[in-house]
């Protein structure tokens, strides 16, 4: 029993948690759980809105990109507001209006005209010079603001057209602004 006892005294004293260091640890993990699991709910929550938002945006930026595709193929814009655009440009089309023409095929000039609503932006292609007539189609929409062209140095004679489009923004107050534009790369400039 003397080796038993001198055991057990040469040893020290028990190491360990007491049950109040237990407990104030555990109190400590479960608030640490709870910040995370609050955490990750509100960006699940806000999740639908960031990709609603993300969509509109990448709607938006390839709408940018037909438009200056487009007017960079201009020859001469020739009518010009905010909310309308109307020039001759060349399309891969069979006829203007018609179907697609093969690649093999080259580009026909049509009258283009894109406009722009409260709400929504429609494409509309004719013969060149006439701006009556064709069939609208929208490309566009959930717009809120219909000035979405602008042009230098003015809109008697531009030689580029600016395109600002404006997003409704679903978490805040001040909209999603997208914008881009293009010079005529084929333009008739006369001296």
Same mark, same amino acid.
């Given at each position: 029993m003397s080796r038993l006892g001198a055991r057990l005294a040469a040893g020290g004293p028990e190491s360990g948690l007491t049950l109040v260091e237990l407990l104030v640890a555990a109190a400590m993990g479960v608030v640490l759980l709870g910040a995370t699991g609050s955490m990750v709910i509100s960006s699940m929550r806000s999740?639908?809105? !960031?990709s609603?938002?993300?969509?509109?945006v990448s709607t938006a930026r390839w !709408?940018?990109?037909r438009l200056t595709r487009e007017i960079r193929s201009g020859v001469a814009v020739d009518k010009a507001s905010a909310s309308e655009v109307s020039f001759r440009t060349y399309v891969r089309r069979t006829s203007c209006g018609g179907d697609a023409a093969p690649e093999s095929e080259p580009s026909i000039e049509c009258q283009v005209t894109y406009a722009c609503t409260t709400t929504s932006c429609s494409r509309t292609e004719t013969e060149p010079g006439v701006f009556e007539g064709g069939t609208a189609t929208t490309i566009f929409s959930g717009i809120d603001d219909s000035n979405v062209f602008s042009y230098s140095p003015s809109a008697a004679e531009p030689t580029y057209v600016g395109v600002t489009l404006h997003i409704p923004n679903p978490s805040g107050p001040a909209d999603l602004t997208v914008s881009d534009g293009a010079s005529l790369r084929n333009a008739i400039l006369e001296s």
């Open positions: 999740q639908p809105e !960031v609603k938002r993300a969509q509109n !709408v940018l990109e």
